[in-house]
């Protein structure tokens, strides 16, 4: 796997999570990252992108709730989850940005539920 996310879990509605992708420098540096999620039934979705300026874009449905961020010197990619909501359920992903076929992991899973 070359990329791999963890911090997922079972939260609360309400709650937060940190989601942490490690991987290699070079499928890392200098390239734009994002975080994508898949929900039960949904295709995978972009939920938020970071390039290699720390400029970054948002999904609406996660705006002012999540944060994306990484850092070059670990080659990790971070998503500060906050104020979940249940349809925040889903398996969340990290790639490049546009996504590589090649490059998607198992992924975390992220259950909103109370």
């Known amino acids: 796997v070359q990329l791999q996310a963890s911090g997922g879990g079972l939260v609360r509605p309400g709650g937060s999570l940190t989601l942490t992708c490690t991987t290699s420098r070079n499928i890392f540096s200098r390239r734009h990252m994002g975080w994508y999620r898949q929900a039960p039934g949904r295709e995978r979705e972009l939920v938020a992108r970071?390039?290699?300026?720390?400029?970054?874009v948002y999904d609406e449905s996660v705006k002012g709730r999540f944060t994306i961020s990484r850092d070059d010197y670990k080659n990790t990619l971070y998503l500060q989850t906050n104020r979940l909501k249940p349809e925040d359920t889903a398996v969340y992903y990290c790639?490049?940005?546009?996504?590589?076929?090649?490059?998607w992991g198992q992924g975390t899973l992220v259950t909103v539920s109370s």
């Open positions: 790639n490049r940005w546009p996504s590589r076929g090649d490059f």
């Open positions: 970071i390039n290699m300026n720390d400029d970054t």
